[in-house]
């Protein structure tokens, strides 16, 4: 579920050592499945282990996951980095944002994971995201903007330049995109 490399194992349990004796670690996802997805480690002190925590048995000590969180950290890296100014810790966590989706996925389905996972990444930086609306018979992809990008001065270029060459690209089957969104200049528009 987690893979934890030697070297981080070891500067893990360095830290441990200095701490009171029964501690362990905790992972964590803030904001699962959304953009603002952050994944993190913490000390877990004997008295914050929990009856429905997930224990991952390691070497040199325990990581523990709360039930809920799981499914966001499998396949999840812990690693470490040594530089002239120190160390770092690097947490990787692939299902952090969004779980993978299947091969076999509905169109619907891989266009939304899309957008979740390459567009509204970007579009956050301005406040803004797209969502897929509805996929029409005649294969053309309904999309609606929110937040910063409704009444944004640089929406069509965004949508022609930007998304609707990344769908047609990835998706062949999609023959054309229309945007639903009624824009509105306003404060919550960026630009």
Same mark, same amino acid.
């Given at each position: 579920?987690?893979?934890? +490399?030697?070297?981080?194992?070891? %500067?893990?349990?360095?830290?441990?050592?200095?701490?009171?004796?029964?501690? /362990?670690?905790?992972?964590?996802?803030?904001?699962?499945? +959304? @953009?603002?997805?952050?994944?993190?480690?913490?000390?877990?002190?004997?008295?914050?282990?929990?009856?429905?925590? @997930?224990?991952?048995?390691?070497?040199?000590?325990?990581?523990?996951?709360?039930?809920?969180?799981?499914?966001?950290?499998?396949?999840? =890296?812990i690693d470490i980095t040594f530089n002239k100014f120190g160390s *770092? &810790? &690097?947490? =990787?966590?692939?299902?952090? =944002?969004?779980?993978?989706?299947?091969?076999?996925?509905?169109?619907?389905? =891989?266009?939304?994971?899309?957008?979740?996972?390459? &567009?509204?990444?970007?579009? !956050?930086?301005?406040?803004?995201?797209?969502?897929?609306?509805?996929? +029409? /018979?005649?294969?053309?992809a309904i999309l609606k903007f929110e937040g910063g990008c409704n009444?944004?001065?640089?929406?069509?270029?965004? !949508? *022609?330049?930007?998304?609707?060459?990344? &769908?047609?690209?990835?998706?062949?089957?999609?023959?054309?995109?229309?945007?639903?969104?009624?824009?509105?200049?306003?404060?919550?528009? %960026?630009?």
């Amino acid at each position: 579920m987690i893979h934890i +490399t030697d070297p981080a194992q070891e %500067y893990l349990a360095s830290l441990l050592a200095k701490q009171k004796s029964g501690t /362990q670690i905790r992972m964590f996802v803030n904001n699962p499945c +959304t @953009i603002e997805a952050e994944c993190g480690i913490a000390y877990c002190f004997p008295d914050e282990i929990n009856n429905n925590d @997930i224990e991952l048995k390691f070497k040199y000590f325990s990581i523990f996951l709360e039930k809920e969180s799981s499914i966001y950290l499998d396949n999840a =890296k812990i690693d470490i980095t040594f530089n002239k100014f120190g160390s *770092e &810790i &690097i947490l =990787k966590a692939p299902n952090a =944002k969004m779980k993978d989706i299947s091969p076999d996925a509905s169109l619907k389905e =891989k266009i939304e994971y899309m957008l979740h996972s390459e &567009i509204n990444t970007k579009l !956050l930086a301005h406040g803004g995201r797209v969502s897929l609306i509805d996929v +029409t /018979q005649d294969m053309i992809a309904i999309l609606k903007f929110e937040g910063g990008c409704n009444g944004c001065s640089m929406i069509e270029f965004t !949508l *022609e330049n930007e998304i609707k060459k990344k &769908i047609l690209t990835t998706f062949p089957q999609i023959k054309g995109i229309r945007d639903s969104t009624q824009h509105n200049r306003g404060s919550h528009s %960026y630009l």
